[in-house]
């Protein structure tokens, strides 16, 4: 006799809960290598009479609640712990890439060109206040700042402005300066003698840069810079 296609494909018989019970009672450790699904069962309340409030119940869920909380924060530390690693990779390899200039002209190239791909940035660029009061002139591979424009947009005693929604200044970017919707500033004193300077980073997306961001792999990055500059136009440290 041939069978029909609802008898080939017959649902499953379902568990019942003498058998779920029987499974665990065999398999003791089952919920210990699966303590994931405790978190959605229902603690069992004490009876302890109608007067008696039972706060077994309200602990358990506190302590679940505890638990999903720091599971959270478990995840949002080890995001940022790749996300750190991950950006310390790309400054190591822009120093790198700084120390290996061969020329002025090719430290100059290798901090508005290949610092941005590096660093998985849109733009980045090098600023220099001017030497006298005149108007800013754009030199190629560098944007001419009027002299006290890097305290006046970091402030006298800040090193490093983060700036998540700002659009590009044009002073700062030149012809990127479109492109920028959130932008890295970082002091840049090569020396006594020599106008500060100013590092710049720029991206397209707001909040890539925060306040709220560490700074000190971007202070070294610049560090790296003005070693690299006084090597190449032979100044005293």
């Known amino acids: ?6 008898d080939a494909i017959a649902p499953a ?3 019942t809960a003498a058998q779920v019970v029987d499974y665990l009672k065999r398999h003791p450790t089952f919920l210990m290598r699966h ?13 302890q009479g109608e007067s008696v409030v039972d706060l077994q119940q309200f602990m358990v869920e506190k302590l679940r609640r505890d638990l999903s909380r720091l ?4 995840d949002e530390l080890l995001a940022n712990s790749r996300d750190n690693l991950s950006t310390q990779d790309r400054i190591h390899r822009a ?3 700084l120390l290996g200039a061969e020329s002025f002209e090719h430290l100059i190239e290798i901090v508005t060109t290949d610092l941005a791909v590096l660093l998985d940035v849109d733009v980045a660029g090098l600023c220099v206040e001017a030497t006298a009061h005149a108007a800013p002139r754009t030199v190629e591979g560098v944007q001419v700042l009027p002299p006290g424009a890097v305290d ?15 659009e590009g200044d044009l002073a700062v970017f030149g012809p990127a300066a479109g492109l920028v919707r959130s932008d890295a ?3 840049l004193s090569v020396g006594q003698n020599v106008p500060l300077g100013l590092l710049v980073f720029g ?21 790296v810079l003005e070693h690299c500059l006084r090597q190449w136009l032979g100044l005293k440290p």
Do not use: C, W
């Not at 599971?71 to 478990?74: D, E, S, T, V």
């Not at 991206?203 to 560090?223: D, I, K, W």
């Open 152 to 166: 006046g947009l970091l402030g006298p005693d800040r090193e490093v402005l983060l700036r998540d929604d700002a």
């Open 13 to 15: 018989p379902r568990l």
């Open 95 to 97: 120093a790198l890439a």
């Open 71 to 74: 599971r959270g924060l478990q």
């Open 203 to 223: 991206t397209r997306h707001p909040g890539y840069f925060n306040a709220g961001q560490g700074t000190e792999l971007l202070v070294f990055l610049a560090r």
């Open 185 to 187: 500033l970082i002091r």
């Open 1 to 6: 006799m041939s069978r029909s296609p609802e």
């Open 35 to 47: 303590p994931e699904l405790l978190d959605g069962q229902a603690a069992p309340a004490r009876k």
